[in-house]
């Protein structure tokens, strides 16, 4: 098997197939919480951090108006082409979510897979949200999924799992390599174990993250300001079950309405 150290966003076409696993879940939240707080009414939707776009298009698929970001050009690529293959227009561009201007403002926004801790210091973290409800409506609202780090109970330190499409098959493990709770970092191995009839591929890389504990992350939704929390829910995405977020919870997505 050949071994390469190389970023998972510069292979599109196997982080698509690997984080896609969960995409129907997803949609169909993102759907239940448009039609839970914000009505019938048409809505535009806006995704920083889109990667392959693999919401988007589904979204679009849907009949919504929508628009995505990412730094990786190659994610965007990925996402614009496939938009195109369908005969849609593309809606991904590269920018940077700290910093950037939509074309228009947006009623829901979301960012559901700890994208959002790519974000490593507090400033990056606070101007993200600052932007984001800057080209927000008002009332609009913003979901961010991300694990939390608990004050309770031993944190997950790994998981891994295969995904499949036709021929292709990967197979990732990601392990928890260092926490430093003074810095707020956590490092992350991962790796995509590739396989096609032609080809055996290993590819091995290390992420680092913000971390947040229930307590940091309220902390953050202060000092960025603009931003209430409407609910809470757990990665199952049932928009029936809302959590309570407590000392043990690690997996939320935090459903935010602009203030105002």
Request: net charge neutral; glycine share 8%.
């Amino acid at each position: 098997m050949e071994t390469v150290t190389e970023s998972i966003y510069d292979h599109p076409r196997y982080y698509d197939l690997v984080f896609g696993t969960d995409c129907a879940s997803e949609l169909n939240f993102i759907c239940d919480v448009k039609e839970k707080y914000l009505g019938s009414k048409s809505i535009r939707m806006f995704e920083p951090a889109c990667g392959t776009g693999r919401l988007l298009f589904g979204l679009a698929k849907r009949g919504f108006e929508v628009e995505g970001i990412d730094l990786n050009e190659k994610a965007v690529a990925f996402s614009n082409q496939r938009f195109q293959r369908h005969g849609l227009e593309p809606v991904a561009r590269v920018a940077d979510m700290t910093r950037f201007r939509a074309q228009r403002k947006w009623d829901l926004a979301f960012n559901t897979i700890n994208s959002f801790r790519h974000l490593t210091t507090a400033e990056s973290a606070v101007d993200h949200l600052k932007c984001m409800a800057d080209q927000t409506k008002r009332g609009g609202l913003y979901l961010i999924g991300l694990h939390l780090t608990p004050t309770t109970g031993e944190p997950l330190d790994g998981e891994s799992w295969s995904a499949r499409r036709g021929h292709l098959s990967v197979l990732t493990q990601m392990w928890t390599v260092e926490r430093n709770p003074a810095k707020r970092l956590e490092r992350f191995g991962m790796k995509f174990d590739v396989y096609t009839p032609t080809k055996l591929l290993r590819i091995e890389d290390e992420l680092t993250m913000r971390s947040y504990t229930p307590q940091q992350f309220s902390s953050l939704l202060g000092k960025a300001g603009g931003w209430e929390v409407v609910e809470t829910y757990d990665f199952a995405y049932n928009i029936k079950r809302p959590i309570q977020v407590d000392s043990s919870t690690e997996d939320v997505v935090y459903v935010l309405r602009k203030k105002g």
